[in-house]
């Protein structure tokens, strides 16, 4: 414990570290350099704010047009908190470090234009987790209750960005959000990863030891099927649109649980009766932003691809041939039934790279002329947080 803090450029413990002083003498003057510290904090943040509403001025004098539709730019936001992470020197751990800078870039966009963020809902659902991880507290979320309709309201333009699940590690794809992009002109435009940690949630009129009846969607009921079985193995478990919505009905209903999120328990006022009941520790699912625009190199991108096969023999290894010649890092790929009786097989592939790389821009070519259709999703930074 000293030693970590005689390590600390303060130099506050060893500052009090002095026998002559007691108790409160040694935490008055250690919560004076506090005080002192965050006046410093306050100003920089101050300054740093007056920066980016400057970076606005300089935008809206250069492209009033794109300036008037947002001042957000995902590949410099994905820079800054690297940054963050790359300085830090402990004791706070990098993770913890990038979310404060997220939470002050977010406040120093919403100076100018908060942005707004349709995310599947209702209020409390994971996604909604998701989006305020991405964008901070400062941006606008807003719920819809399917993936179609954030979908349409990007297309819409009625808000800058979406946010979608698309796959989780113990269940698989969200086949529904991958089904749009088929036929969507959105591109992807960020990628968020999330920690899935699932509770059983209570109301206060809830009689514990009479559970009868579980709801939750049908991925979070499969992500604790074990747990289930294991506890609850005579409850009947009622799928529902989302935990969220789980979380919902329990209002009045003495013998019914729902497994949900701490959001969602926090926003409709539920009791957690055991936490972290996923069957996998590490239960995580991917979600993706969904924008107008392209987004461009950010130093570490991600690359996302749709690719018609023609119902030839080798197919799939004439498509995969040309990413492993190039040496470029495959992510992901997943099939999907196709739609159209042209597109037969249909790929979804992720990789390491983005669109205007050199070598990702050969693959691309060559991809394309083997393909019977290619459509490129989207190159975005790789998940920070
Ligand atoms: C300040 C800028 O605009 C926005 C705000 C940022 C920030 O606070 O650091 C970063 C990128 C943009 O989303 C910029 O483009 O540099």
Same mark, same amino acid.
């Given at each position: 414990?000293?030693?970590?803090?005689?390590?600390?450029?303060?130099?506050?413990?060893?500052?009090?570290?002095?026998?002559?002083?007691?108790?409160?003498?040694?935490?008055?003057?250690?919560?004076?350099?506090?005080?002192?510290?965050?006046?410093?904090?306050?100003? *920089?943040?101050?300054?740093?704010? %007056?920066?980016?509403?400057?970076?606005?001025?300089?935008?809206?004098?250069?492209?009033?047009?794109?300036?008037?539709?947002?001042?957000?730019?995902?590949?410099?936001?994905?820079?800054? *908190?690297?940054?963050?992470?790359?300085?830090?020197?402990?004791? !706070?751990?990098?993770?913890?470090?990038?979310?404060?800078?997220?939470?002050?870039?977010?406040?120093? +966009?919403?100076?100018?234009?908060?942005?707004?963020?349709?995310?599947?809902?209702?209020?409390?659902?994971?996604?909604? %987790?998701?989006? @305020?991880?991405?964008?901070?507290?400062?941006?606008?979320?807003?719920?819809?209750?399917?993936?179609?309709?954030?979908?349409?309201?990007?297309?819409?333009?009625?808000?800058?960005?979406?946010?979608?699940?698309?796959?989780?590690?113990?269940?698989?794809?969200?086949?529904?959000?991958?089904?749009?992009?088929?036929?969507?002109?959105?591109?992807?435009?960020?990628?968020?990863? @999330?920690?899935?940690?699932?509770? +059983? !949630?209570?109301?206060?009129?809830?009689?514990?030891?009479?559970?009868?009846?579980?709801?939750?969607?049908?991925?979070? @009921?499969?992500?604790?099927?074990?747990?289930?079985?294991?506890?609850?193995?005579?409850?009947?478990?009622?799928?529902?649109?989302?935990?969220?919505?789980?979380?919902?009905?329990?209002?009045?209903?003495?013998?019914?649980?729902?497994?949900?999120?701490?959001?969602?328990?926090?926003?409709?006022?539920?009791?957690? !009766?055991?936490?972290?009941?996923?069957?996998?520790?590490?239960?995580?699912?991917?979600?993706?932003?969904?924008?107008?625009?392209?987004?461009?190199?950010?130093?570490?991108?991600?690359?996302? @691809?749709?690719?018609?096969?023609?119902?030839?023999?080798?197919?799939?290894?004439?498509? *995969?041939?040309?990413?492993?010649?190039?040496?470029?890092? *495959?992510?992901?790929?997943?099939?999907?039934?196709?739609?159209?009786?042209?597109?037969?097989?249909?790929?979804?592939?992720?990789?390491?790279?983005?669109?205007?790389?050199?070598?990702?821009?050969?693959? !691309?070519?060559?991809?394309?002329?083997?393909?019977?259709?290619?459509?490129?999703?989207?190159?975005?930074?790789?998940?920070? +947080?």
């Amino acid at each position: 414990m000293h030693k970590h803090y005689d390590r600390h450029p303060t130099g506050a413990f060893s500052m009090v570290n002095d026998a002559s002083m007691n108790e409160s003498e040694q935490l008055k003057v250690l919560r004076d350099r506090i005080d002192s510290i965050d006046d410093q904090i306050g100003k *920089l943040i101050s300054e740093r704010a %007056q920066c980016a509403q400057d970076v606005a001025e300089v935008k809206k004098s250069a492209n009033p047009e794109e300036a008037a539709k947002s001042f957000y730019r995902p590949e410099r936001e994905a820079q800054v *908190l690297r940054k963050a992470m790359e300085r830090n020197q402990g004791p !706070l751990s990098n993770e913890e470090m990038a979310r404060l800078f997220r939470e002050i870039m977010s406040a120093c +966009l919403a100076l100018e234009q908060p942005i707004k963020v349709a995310f599947l809902g209702p209020e409390g659902t994971f996604t909604q %987790q998701a989006a @305020l991880k991405h964008f901070g507290h400062s941006a606008i979320a807003m719920p819809f209750s399917a993936i179609d309709e954030v979908f349409r309201e990007v297309e819409a333009g009625a808000v800058n960005y979406g946010v979608v699940p698309v796959e989780n590690s113990t269940e698989g794809v969200v086949n529904h959000t991958l089904d749009n992009f088929m036929t969507s002109n959105l591109k992807i435009c960020g990628e968020v990863e @999330l920690r899935i940690h699932q509770n +059983l !949630l209570i109301s206060d009129v809830t009689h514990v030891k009479n559970i009868s009846r579980i709801y939750s969607h049908s991925q979070s @009921l499969a992500q604790c099927r074990k747990w289930l079985d294991a506890h609850y193995p005579n409850a009947e478990r009622i799928a529902v649109s989302s935990n969220a919505e789980a979380a919902k009905r329990l209002k009045g209903e003495w013998n019914a649980a729902a497994i949900a999120g701490s959001m969602a328990a926090e926003l409709y006022g539920l009791k957690v !009766l055991a936490e972290k009941i996923e069957d996998e520790p590490d239960n995580s699912t991917r979600f993706l932003i969904i924008g107008t625009e392209s987004v461009p190199a950010s130093g570490d991108d991600k690359t996302s @691809l749709v690719v018609a096969m023609r119902n030839e023999p080798g197919a799939l290894h004439n498509l *995969l041939e040309p990413f492993h010649r190039h040496n470029i890092d *495959l992510t992901r790929v997943e099939s999907r039934p196709a739609r159209t009786g042209a597109w037969t097989y249909v790929f979804f592939i992720d990789f390491s790279g983005h669109a205007q790389d050199a070598e990702v821009s050969k693959v !691309l070519n060559e991809v394309s002329s083997r393909a019977a259709d290619l459509k490129l999703l989207g190159s975005y930074p790789k998940a920070v +947080l």
